[in-house]
């Protein structure tokens, strides 16, 4: 099963040092039944990009918190591409997520997606919005829609490692 798990490039970095993603269960979001059951109309890759997204917006999850422990860090999405064996849907947290049950090693990583450096003012505005938005504020939501306005960029495994140099 391909799985999109949110991450950042701490999280990147981590995945290049230790050779895998862990400890389980990890989030992540996939082409679930139930995503399929929703998105009717859509072909696979639309599927697959709706999956994309939505752990891209987890992303933001994560930098809310990490910013706050980190305020320095780098705010820029990172979704990894997996093929796992061992995932179970999660539908008490949406559709397309699902909790893989199994550390991910580098060789089953396809690829990353990551915000170019550009969008690291949305993404940090987005972050600490989150809450607002997540309480019902029109404004907040705003904010955290422009950082999902912006295109992950998609990097081969091999490229994680200068990717990670360029920061």
Do not use: K
Not at 27 to 55: I, S
Not at 64 to 78: F, I, K, N, Q
Not at 145 to 164: D, K, N, R, S, V
């Amino acid at each position: 099963m391909r799985v999109y798990l949110p991450s950042t490039l701490s999280g990147l970095r981590s995945l290049l040092d230790a050779g895998e993603l862990g400890p389980p269960p990890l989030p992540g979001y996939a082409v679930t039944g139930a995503l399929r059951e929703w998105y009717a109309e859509g072909d696979e890759e639309e599927l697959e990009y709706a999956a994309m997204t939505l752990a891209a917006r987890a992303c933001v999850r994560l930098l809310d918190r990490a910013l706050l422990l980190e305020p320095g860090l780098s705010a820029r999405r990172v979704v990894v591409v997996a093929e796992v064996s061992a995932a179970e849907p999660a539908p008490d947290v949406d559709r397309a997520a699902v909790r893989v049950l199994e550390s991910v090693p580098l060789r089953l990583v396809q690829a990353v997606h990551v915000d170019d450096a550009d969008a690291e003012t949305d993404v940090r505005a987005a972050a600490e919005a989150l809450v607002e938005a997540d309480l019902g504020s029109e404004d907040a939501a705003f904010v955290v829609e422009q950082a999902e306005g912006h295109e992950l960029q998609w990097y081969a495994t091999q490229e994680i490692g200068p990717l990670l140099e360029l920061g």
